[in-house]
T-cell receptor
């Protein structure tokens, strides 16, 4: 079966750095996405990786290792507004997105 | 304002009733999707449409039907609602549906079936 694993919840301090991991086992791989979802709101796109390596976008970076079936989202200089759930999703061989359950990130002052 | 709208925002429905969730996008995207989101689970694909006139089944299609008569609209129908269909439903769209296309999500419909 297809499986996306992420930690359920993480806590970090304002101004710090946090890394959210995602491991996947899917039928085929056509890219990995990270989305942010604030409570009660819709998911919004953060990043896309299809090749191995690090993609940097401002305070957020995303890393992919296809051989290890592994990705992480790195958030720097954490702000209170970063409190949200972070969803990892993999596009499979049918070009459909398989979603992880999400990681709830709690930021403390 | 460009984007995706969903209606209703929330609904309480008696079991056995028929219900249509509406979704409209004005971005001229080819692909559209319906997901349900339940606590502790990832988003699960119900149905999708890669282009107007075509639809496909996702991971959890049973009890749901869709149509795609035009580019903008993608309604989701529950023929006879059951309590297990209590969930938050998100409609999404993407320009082409493949590769690095990001999906844009509507605000969601919170459905409770009693």
């Amino acid at each position: 079966g297809q499986n996306i694993d992420q930690p359920t919840e993480m806590t970090a301090t304002e101004g710090a750095i946090v890394q959210i991991n995602c491991t996947y086992q899917t039928s085929g791989f056509n890219g990995l996405f990270w989305y942010q979802q604030h409570a009660g709101e819709a998911p919004t796109f953060l990043s896309y990786n299809v090749l191995d390596g690090l993609e940097e976008k401002g305070r957020f970076s995303s890393f992919l290792s296809r051989s290890k079936g592994y990705s992480y989202l790195l958030l720097k200089e954490l702000q209170m507004k970063d409190s949200a759930s972070y969803l990892c999703a993999v596009r499979d061989s049918n070009y459909q997105l398989i979603w992880g359950a999400g990681t709830k990130l709690i930021i403390k002052p | 304002i460009a984007g995706i709208t969903q209606a209703p925002t929330s609904q309480i429905l008696a079991a056995g009733r028929r219900m249509t969730l509406r979704c409209t996008q004005d971005m001229r995207h080819n692909a559209m999707y319906w997901y349900r989101q339940d606590l502790g689970l990832g988003l699960r694909l119900i149905h999708y449409s890669n282009t107007a006139g075509t639809t496909g089944k996702g991971e959890v299609p049973d009890g749901y039907s869709v149509s795609r008569a035009n580019t903008d609209d993608f309604p989701l129908t529950l023929a006879s609602a059951v309590p297990s269909q209590t969930s938050v439903y998100f409609c999404a769209s993407s320009p082409r549906g493949g590769g690095g296309d990001e999906q844009f999500f509507g605000p969601g419909t919170r459905l409770t079936v009693l």
